[in-house]
């Protein structure tokens, strides 16, 4: 074991994208657990849209990384020294932690994953952590699909987004995706079986919407917020449901965002339209991984990870998910 740990820390609040100078990335002595705890090498870090939430301090879900402090990350690594019964060398656990290759561990926040069926560490890592759970939850308990619907989802082709599509197709939906490159698009319809796809980016969204969607919107489950959400607020059945998952679209923002023009939509409609954290289902996580899990080994379901070599390069990697240059779940490989 290395005597040296390297930790990110965050020095400063993002203005815009976050620029080289908001976290440093640091040499220190590698924590010694005390009783009751245990240290964790590294092998994943899942970097996700909320960790530029996490560095601001916009009100938000939980209490934001203090400046100095260590950067909050989903992470997946070994146990390499254990002080508790329960956890053993060699363990392989996930959860919430940092930045770090080395760091302390209790359980509550780093558990250890569940048998892995033969699925690689790294996709069982990426699907069960965050991204299937807040997709078969938000889809499954707020969007509550009937077969024959149609669903729209924004970033489609990305962690969350590919998942909500195909979980619609699997409910006997339509399943409608945005995402912001035709090679995207290309793979959502190809390979995961959407029904149609949209390039937000060079077609007119409410004109493709309109063709792609000719019964209506049901249910959008929001990645973006901003423009798209606008476009479907025009576009949504009575009774219809947005769940509403992330604003990816503003989380750069330098000024105030404009609310939507089309809010009146909630009221003529009568939408539903909610918010949720992934976390709110935490007790909940065995139902999504069962249903996940089966609809992958029935070969119902596809999941790309987007691996990327080095903790050093996190802040670079990261700021892909604000460019639409990942190709599914990003993570980096840290040991
Ligand atoms: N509520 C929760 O508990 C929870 C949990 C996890 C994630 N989320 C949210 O879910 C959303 C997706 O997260 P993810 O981890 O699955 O990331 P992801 O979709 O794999 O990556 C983010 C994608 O967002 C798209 N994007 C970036 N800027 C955009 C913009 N201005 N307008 C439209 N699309 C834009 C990009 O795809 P394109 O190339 O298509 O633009 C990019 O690939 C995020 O908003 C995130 O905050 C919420």
Redesign the pocket.
Known sequence: MADMNRVWRLRKRPVGVIGDDVLSFDQEPVPEPADGQFLMRMNYLSL???NRIWMSDMDQYMPPVGIGEAMRGVVCGTVVESKHPDFAQGDIVSGLGSWAEYQIGTPGMLNKMGPLGGVAVADAFGLFA??GP?AYFGLMDLGTPKAGETVVV??A?????SIVGQIAKIQGCRAVGL???DA?CKWIVDELGFDAAIN?KTEDVAAALKKACPNGIDIYFD??G?D?LDACFKQMNLFGRIPT?????QYNATAEVPGPKNYPMILMQRLKVQG???LDYAARYPEAITALGGWMQQGKLKFRVDMHEGLEHAVSTLRK??T?E?QG??MVKVS
Not at 157 to 161: I, S
Not at 245 to 249: E, K, R
């Open positions: 996700d849209p909320t965050v991204v807040t924004s970033a082709a990305g962690a969350v987004g995402a912001g490159s995207k937000y990645n973006v901003g798209i998952c992330g604003l990816i679209s949720f954290i992934v998910l604000y639409g990942n779940k990003l």
